[in-house]
């Protein structure tokens, strides 16, 4: 079995508190042991010292859509939420062949700047052989969206097969779950259908005013929307309600689901959060840029949910990198605690996702250890890795 003692001015576990000038013994491709240089205990053997910097849990990506690369820098952002929906709807439906080549670029910059996990959302599944290709762990998301409930049935149908599909084929380290678009995108009928056979594993969540607009009142700027997309003839009864409550009463708050945005909701609905013991996924540069407003991040983690981040698409923000919504994050709210923001984007990340053996530096932990180089050694490390100067690069084995 491979043997190596990584050395470095800082180690940050992530569920403990940063060790100083630290190392950590990697067996195979586990972590066998981490500790300051000067323990007594400390492995014996020569030392990849990596020099001044950080040494940290490769980050998670928590919610992305590979699927859209090809969309970057086509989309209109600052103009409103639903023109932002309806461009991407038109621009994906074109045949792109520079598609396959935009996934696996998109990959690469991901593996090149630090990610070691990413829960990606596909309504297609196109793309598993490239993520089995690559070094990242991946858990897809099978999105469905199907508003007219005559089609909730044939959904349903599809998912079953492209699942089926997908099974066949062995693609390593990667495992795809089903997941739904939206409360105002996927009907209450599918909904129920969904429910009925497990739930699903990812959502998106009181995103934009829109959404909150159409679950209270069935009108709006959603409501066009769906009638330009020939979906008038759809009757909704809207249930009245933020988005947070209408999903928790259709059954769809549980332990496994990730929430993704999180953006408009109140009180009630961060206690809704916290009990029934989701994670949330935000994605504060989607956000800024989509218009929608900024996620009270200080209160989510006051009421006790359960954070992480996500980038969403190259449709809605320049890069995959989930650092630079950890940095971004930062800037927004400067009384949080930067050992949290950390947290989010790594343990957060594999929580979300039920990667158990990524997200910390501990023993039997894989060792899917990134590296943030300093000029001289930092005196924060948080504040080093969050400082919007720190570039991620894979280090050891695994
Ligand atoms: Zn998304």
């Known amino acids: 079995m491979s043997r190596l003692i990584l050395g470095a001015s800082w180690v940050i576990p992530v569920d403990g508190p940063p060790i100083k000038d630290g190392r950590v013994l990697v067996e195979g491709d586990r972590v066998a042991w981490l500790g300051p240089a ?24 928590a919610h992305c859509h590979l699927e859209l690369s090809q969309l970057a820098g086509q989309t209109p952002l600052g103009e409103g939420f639903v023109p932002w929906v309806e461009s991407v709807v038109a621009a994906r439906g074109r045949p792109g062949e520079d598609a396959v080549r935009a996934r696996a670029e998109a990959i690469r910059s991901l593996e090149e700047r630090g990610t070691v996990a990413v829960g990606d959302v596909s309504n297609t599944l196109g793309h598993l052989d490239l993520l089995a290709a690559s070094r990242l762990r991946s858990v897809v998301f099978l999105e469905l969206l199907a508003w007219d409930p005559a089609r909730a049935e ?25 997941a739904a678009h939206a409360p105002h995108s996927v009907s209450p009928e599918l909904f129920a259908r969904l429910v009925e056979r497990g739930g699903v594993a990812s959502i998106h969540l009181a995103e934009s005013r829109e959404e909150c607009r ?3 009142e069935g009108d709006g700027p959603w409501a066009g929307f769906l009638e330009r997309r020939g979906l008038g003839h759809v009757s909704f009864r809207p249930p009245g309600t933020s988005p947070v409550e209408y999903v928790d009463g259709l059954g769809l708050l549980h332990p496994s ?48 949910v359960r954070l992480c981040l996500g980038t969403d698409s190259l449709a809605s923000v320049e890069t995959l990198d989930v650092l630079d919504d950890a940095v971004l994050l930062t800037r927004q709210f400067p009384g949080l605690d930067p050992a949290a923001v950390v947290r989010m984007a790594t343990a957060g990340g594999a929580e979300a996702l039920g990667l158990d053996d990524l997200g910390t530096i501990a023993p039997g932990k894989r060792a899917a250890l990134v590296f943030a180089g300093a000029p001289s050694p930092p005196t924060d490390p948080h504040a080093h890795v969050l400082s919007g100067r720190a570039r991620l690069r894979r280090v050891g084995i695994g």
């Open 257 to 304: 689901l990730v929430v993704v945005h999180a953006v408009q909701v109140g009180e009630e609905d961060r206690g809704r959060l916290a009990r029934r013991g989701v994670s949330v996924a935000l994605c504060p540069r989607s956000n800024r840029n989509l218009g929608v407003g900024t996620a009270d991040v200080p209160a989510l983690l006051a009421s006790g």
């Open 154 to 178: 044939a959904t349903l149908t599809w998912a079953e097969e492209r699942l089926a599909a997908a099974a066949r084929t062995p693609t390593p380290g990667v495992e795809v779950r089903l």
């Open 38 to 61: 000067g323990d007594p205990a400390a492995p014996q053997g020569p030392v990849r010292d990596l020099g001044p910097g950080v040494l940290l849990p490769g980050l998670v990506n």
């Open 214 to 216: 159409f679950l209270a």
